[in-house]
Nanobody, 114 residues
Framework: VQLQASGGGFVQAGESLRLSCVAS????????MAWHRQVPGQQRELVAG???????NYVDSVKGRFTISRDNAQKTVYLQMNSLKPEDTAVYYC?????????WGKGTLVTVSS
């Protein structure tokens, strides 16, 4: 399974970005998909996840601002990020759980300027 993330960029605080993660195969059977982020020198953290049944979860710091969704037909999971803050600056990684095996895509950099 290959995951291709895109959509990162440089934005001002308060602006929005949408990240996309396209899988190399159907995502129907993925137990869950998620977005994580990592700042250099810090541990990678889970930002948002979505299960095969559509249940979502978010880290507290992004609740009400970020929305994760999945389009099975497009083999894609999205992360809509609104009201971005400088502390959202990080490399964002897409993750998929298929039968208990975790797959990671290359990251996409999000930089939020104040």
């Amino acid at each position: 399974v290959q995951l291709q993330a895109s959509g990162g960029g440089f934005v001002q605080a308060g602006e929005s970005l949408r990240l996309s993660c396209v899988a190399s195969r159907s995502i129907f059977s993925f137990n869950s998909m998620a977005w994580h982020r990592q700042v250099p020198g810090q541990q990678r953290e889970l930002v948002a996840g979505i299960t095969i049944g559509g249940r979502t979860n978010y880290v507290d710091s992004v609740k009400g601002r970020f929305t994760i969704s999945r389009d099975n037909a497009q083999k894609t999971v999205y992360l809509q990020m609104n009201s971005l803050k400088p502390e959202d600056t990080a490399v964002y990684y897409c993750n998929a759980d298929l039968a208990g095996v975790n797959y990671w895509g290359k990251g996409t950099l999000v930089t939020v300027s104040s």
